[in-house]
């Protein structure tokens, strides 16, 4: 058994049910934030350019922009629903890693938005590490797959 085995094992069999109401909320949160840069892409454009980290042509901002919005959406659902709750979060981890240091870390006034990131962050890699719980869509599925194999 590799370790990764191990690591996800270990995650499935060591997650209580209350993890599954913050990680619900956890995708609300992400949800809401694409829709955010969804309705408001000019503010993602310039958060970007205005980041002292970050010049990079129009068209990598562009791919940015799309990334950050579409992972946000979709991997925000995912995450409520509990659907690929590791590769959701795993995608969202570079995002809110580049929010905690190269947005709200190095902005000139005091932003409020860095410890919900902070805090985002952290769930997000703990997600990465413990899956999805009792209470997703992952659960069902894997034990749909173990019936059928189970019948056959």
């Not at 408001?40 to 562009?62: F, G, N």
């Not at 981890?93 to 952290?122: H, K, M, Q, R, Y």
Request: charged fraction near 15%.
């Amino acid at each position: 058994m590799t370790p990764i085995d191990k690591l996800v094992s270990w995650g499935d069999h060591h997650h209580p049910k209350i993890l599954d109401l913050a990680r619900m909320i956890l995708g609300i949160i992400l949800f809401i934030k694409g829709i955010q840069f969804l309705n408001k892409a000019a503010y993602l454009r310039d958060l970007i350019i205005e980041t002292p980290a970050v010049e990079q042509p129009p068209e990598v901002i562009s791919a940015i922009i799309i990334y950050v919005t579409y992972v946000h959406l979709v991997g925000g659902a995912a995450i409520f629903l509990g659907l690929f709750t590791r590769l959701a979060s795993l995608l969202q981890v570079p995002i809110v890693f580049g929010a905690v240091f190269f947005v709200n870390f190095l902005s000139t006034f005091v932003n409020t938005e860095l410890w919900l990131s902070v805090l985002v962050l952290g769930l997000l890699v703990m997600y990465v590490i413990i899956g999805s719980g009792p209470l997703s869509l992952d659960r069902v599925i894997k034990e749909y797959v173990d019936e059928e194999k189970k019948d056959s």
